[in-house]
């Protein structure tokens, strides 16, 4: 699983793929002091082969403690996922590490989209902020590269609705034209969680509906 943590721990997989000196190096750069109690940059003083891992003598560059991290690469495990994209949602299998700390609201990719952590629960289906991905169960997390936007466009008496799929930062606003399946389209309103407005623009994540008319619409915006 690929998604965004901090520290030494994210690179501890000595991985189950072979590793050089020089990306150690760089990825060993800070892990828990137990005397400044907090995450510090770390100085390597040596490093011992153990197995497929690595055993590291570091020194914290901030109070001098000297301790020793056991590097071992993690068992793969298989969660189940149910991964949602706008309106559709699937049941996956995503592979981690069995000791990878995974968190509600991690950013992870999977089949070339990337998707943010909204829940997890253990095996019992007790739901939990943190887990190692072993003692997780099930997990559900959104597409947040996308997101999908639902239109409707009125001509008359006539209503069709349709998907639009784009980046979740893209801004639409009240008053402009779209092209839609090579015909033009006026925003009219959008629909937020928090109601329909007439007026402003609004980022496509906060977007529920895009409500739309034609070009030569005429509408009341007092």
Not at 64 to 70: A, F, I, S, Y
Not at 195 to 221: C, E, M, Q, V, W
Request: aromatic share 4%; glycine share 6%.
């Amino acid at each position: 699983m690929k998604h965004t943590l901090y520290g030494w721990l994210q690179k501890r997989d000595v991985s189950r793929q072979p590793v050089t000196e020089e990306e150690v190096e760089q990825a060993i750069d800070v892990a828990d002091c137990p005397k400044c109690n907090e995450l510090t940059e770390q100085e390597v003083l040596r490093r011992t082969q153990k197995g497929e891992g690595e055993d590291l003598l570091v020194k914290c560059v901030n109070c001098n403690n000297v301790q020793t991290l056991h590097l071992r690469p993690g068992k793969p495990v298989i969660i189940s996922a149910n991964l949602s994209d706008g309106s559709i949602s699937e049941a996956a299998k995503i592979e981690a590490d069995d000791d990878e700390k995974i968190y509600v609201n991690d950013i992870f990719e999977h089949e070339d989209k990337v998707y943010r952590i909204t829940r997890m629960d253990d095996n019992e289906g007790r739901p939990m902020k943190s887990s190692e991905a072993g003692d997780i169960g099930t997990l559900w997390a959104v597409r947040c590269d996308k997101v999908v936007v639902r239109l409707t466009m009125t001509d008359g008496e006539k209503s069709t609705s349709k998907n639009l799929e784009c980046d979740q930062n893209e801004i639409f606003s009240c008053g402009s034209i779209m092209e839609i399946d090579g015909i033009k389209w006026r925003i009219r309103a959008l629909h937020t969680g928090k109601g329909r407005t007439l007026r402003g623009k609004r980022s496509a994540i906060d977007i529920r509906r895009i409500y739309l008319h034609p070009p030569n619409f005429r509408y009341d915006r007092s």
